[in-house]
Every structure is written in structure tokens, then in C-alpha cells.
């Protein structure tokens, strides 16, 4: 692993299926001189280090952020355990990359950007659907004035019951909406930056997660009013059935302006695969699957020797951002905040019927 002395050091903490994306995308990253990897589980570790050539590998998270070859970390823990590493490597003086959401509770957010602030610490926040070459294009458009005005938006996104019962597995608090609708409100408050989100009204349905002991609403729609009028409706559902071929996020994303429109199709079922052979689902490990709509991987895929998609671009995105300094377009740890505060919002609003002001 070792290149040239003045390379940048890796830290990746948490070694599971996105910590692998970050931990492999580093390793063959020509400014990453030296990479360390830290899980609780050694042999989830182990078996990382062997695939990466990892130089540094050990289950004290805190070895390896402070190491003084490391300048930047991957926390890759799952979502209700990223505080005390990012509070840890910020503290250290380290670049930090943690997955989204940046927490769970706003006493963690709150914790973790009094770090941020206090350090002066780089922190950002792993949305990673922004960097989904779609999502990038709409943004520019609105940049370049095309649609106008935003005046409303319109989302939605479907994925199986068999995935939601994997992210169950690894964070048993996590939510269809605070887990994956939040990309979806990341985004819409991205494209109508510099406007405050202020009131949340949802509606959900619980039957088969309700069933089967789960907190997790079968379907949630939530209609989020901005400062200046625009209403932004967002859709979730995780209750497909465990083989329908998506492998990831089918989604819609719907931006309508006072001088024109975009509309991103994103189900992927025009990118199909059926074969007799069988072929290993990217999130779920025990299914193998004849039918699937390929591209909705939303993290990336493995192909012809490298890995392609909105994780792969995402990471190298922040990997050279940090040695050339230009600007990158992740998610700031105070966008990330709101982006928590509405997703609470829309639980609550659809837990309660009522709707709910955000604050300022
Ligand atoms: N951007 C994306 O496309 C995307 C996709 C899926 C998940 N995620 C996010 O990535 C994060 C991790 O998800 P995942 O699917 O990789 O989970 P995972 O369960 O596959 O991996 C998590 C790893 O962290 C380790 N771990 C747990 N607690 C730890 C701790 N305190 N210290 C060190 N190691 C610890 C576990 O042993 C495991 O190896 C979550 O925040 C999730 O929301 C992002």
C-alpha cells in the first residue's frame, strides 16, 4: 500500500459493506499514500486489509484515527454509533467523511457540530444520491437559472422488505425515513438551497412491519412547506416484496419551476438483467436472484476491475477535494442537521396527524 511520503493517510472506521466502498476506493486512489481499518470485529477487519493491502489494521478506532500517518477518516459505523469516532477524529485534527445521517437523535448531531465548530475540523456528510450523475445535473440546471424558480417537488422511492430487513439488522432504529428518505430531503432542501424548510405534514400506514415487531411504517407521504411557499411532497415505501428486481432505491424525483421542469426517472427498469443462472443481490447476502433492474445499487458497483456509481464518484470526489482544496459539493454538517430535524418531523407528523413547525 505504502506510495510516496508526502501521500495522504486513510483512516476507515467501520469495515462493513459502505466502509468497504470507502476503504477500496482509498487504496486505489493515487494520493492515498497509507490506509488504516478499524471495526469491532477483527475478522470483519482481516478480511478487508487482505482485499485493500491495508497498512495499519486493529479494533481500537481510536489507534487508528489518531495515527499520524492518518489525516482523513471514513466513519462507516452504522447509523445510531457515528458520535464518539467523528467526535474522536475531529478532535484529532482529522478530515472526516461520516456516512449519512449524520445521527440518529439531534443530541448527537448537536454534540457532533459543536466538535466541528469547535475544532475547525473539514466534516462531511455521506449524501451520497447527490452524487448520482442525475441529481448533479439537475442541480446544475437550477444553478444555470433553466427551471426558474423551484415552486414545488415531487418524490418518491421504493425498495423491497427483504432490504429494509438488512439496515434492521445493523441499526434496529433506523426507519424507511430516517434512514433513506432523508437522501431524498437532503436533495430537495440542495436544490432549494438558501430557503428554510419550516412545516411538516405526513400521513403513514403500518401493517406488515407493524406485524412483524418492526417500528417502520409500510408507507409514509409527507408534504414539507419552504419559506417562500414551495411544497415539496416526499414518498417512502420499503414494503415490496422481498424479489421484486430492484437491488437498491427506485425512485422518482419530480422539480417543477416557474420556467421549467426536470423530471428524473430513476426506477431503472429499463436497465434489465434475467438470467437462469442466478446472480448474488448487492445488499441482501442470501438471495441470489434471476431478475434484476440494474443500476439501482446505490452505493456503486463492481465492474471490469473498478467501482462505478454515486459512492465510487462521492469518495474520490472528497478524496481530491482534500488534496487540491477546491470546492466539493457534500453535505455540510449543518445541512445535514435539518435535513435530521425535517426527518423527524415527517416521523412525528405522521406518528401524531398534526402538522409540525420547524424551527429556525
Ligand atoms: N451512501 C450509501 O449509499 C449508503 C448505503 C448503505 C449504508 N450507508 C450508511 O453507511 C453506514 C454503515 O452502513 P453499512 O451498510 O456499511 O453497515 P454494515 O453493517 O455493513 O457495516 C457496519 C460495520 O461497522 C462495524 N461497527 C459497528 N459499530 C462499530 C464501532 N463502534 N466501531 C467500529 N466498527 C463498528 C460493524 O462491525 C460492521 O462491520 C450507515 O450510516 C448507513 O446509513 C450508506
Not at 437532503?186 to 407493524?210: H, N, T, Y
Not at 423527524?344 to 420547524?358: F, K, M, N, Q
Request: contains cysteine; hydrophobic residues 40%; charged residues 20%.
Amino acid at each position: 500500500m505504502s506510495k510516496q511520503q508526502d501521500a495522504l493517510g486513510v483512516a476507515v472506521i467501520g469495515c462493513g459493506r459502505i466502509g468497504s466502498l470507502r476503504a477500496n476506493l482509498s487504496s486505489t486512489h493515487p494520493s492515498v499514500g497509507f490506509l488504516a481499518l478499524s471495526d469491532r470485529s477483527q475478522k470483519q477487519a482481516d478480511v478487508l486489509a487482505q482485499r485493500t493491502g491495508a497498512d495499519l489494521v486493529t479494533t481500537d478506532n481510536l489507534a487508528a484515527i489518531t495515527d499520524e500517518r492518518v489525516g482523513a477518516v471514513f466513519i462507516s459505523t452504522p447509523e445510531h454509533d457515528h458520535r464518539e469516532a467523528v467526535v474522536q477524529a475531529l478532535e484529532a485534527g482529522k478530515a472526516v467523511f461520516v456516512e449519512k445521517p449524520i445521527a440518529l437523535t439531534v443530541e448527537d448531531a448537536d454534540v457532533i457540530i459543536e466538535a466541528a465548530e469547535r475544532t475547525g475540523s473539514e466534516l462531511r456528510i455521506g449524501y451520497s444520491r447527490r452524487h448520482d450523475r442525475r441529481w448533479m445535473l439537475a442541480k446544475e440546471q437550477i444553478l444555470q437559472g433553466r427551471v426558474g424558480e423551484v415552486l414545488g417537488i415531487q418524490s418518491r422511492v421504493y425498495n423491497t422488505r427483504a432490504q429494509l430487513m438488512e439496515i434492521l439488522k445493523r441499526a434496529p432504529d433506523a426507519t424507511p425515513v430516517n434512514d433513506v428518505l432523508t437522501y431524498y430531503v437532503d436533495m430537495a432542501c440542495w436544490f432549494l438551497e438558501g430557503i428554510r424548510p419550516v412545516e411538516v405534514v405526513a400521513r403513514s400506514q403500518s401493517k406488515v412491519f407493524k406485524a412483524m415487531g418492526h417500528k417502520a411504517a409500510d408507507v409514509t407521504w409527507a408534504i414539507i412547506t419552504f419559506e417562500n411557499g414551495a411544497v415539496v411532497n416526499l414518498g417512502v415505501s420499503y414494503v415490496l416484496p422481498a424479489t421484486y428486481p430492484t437491488v437498491g432505491q427506485s425512485s422518482r424525483f419530480e422539480i417543477i419551476g416557474d420556467e421549467g421542469v426536470i423530471l428524473l426517472d430513476a426506477d431503472n427498469k429499463d436497465s434489465l438483467l434475467f438470467t437462469d443462472r442466478g446472480a448474488p443481490h448487492s445488499y441482501v447476502p442470501d438471495h441470489n436472484i434471476n431478475m434484476m433492474f440494474m443500476q439501482t445499487t446505490s452505493a456503486a458497483d463492481f465492474a471490469v476491475g473498478d467501482y462505478w456509481g454515486a459512492v465510487a464518484s462521492e469518495t474520490r470526489s472528497w478524496l481530491d477535494h482534500l488534496i487540491t482544496g477546491r470546492p466539493s459539493p457534500h453535505t455540510t454538517p449543518r445541512e445535514a442537521r435539518r435535513t435530521l430535524a425535517v426527518t423527524l418531523a415527517i416521523e412525528e407528523a405522521a406518528r401524531t396527524g398534526a402538522s409540525v413547525a420547524l424551527p429556525d
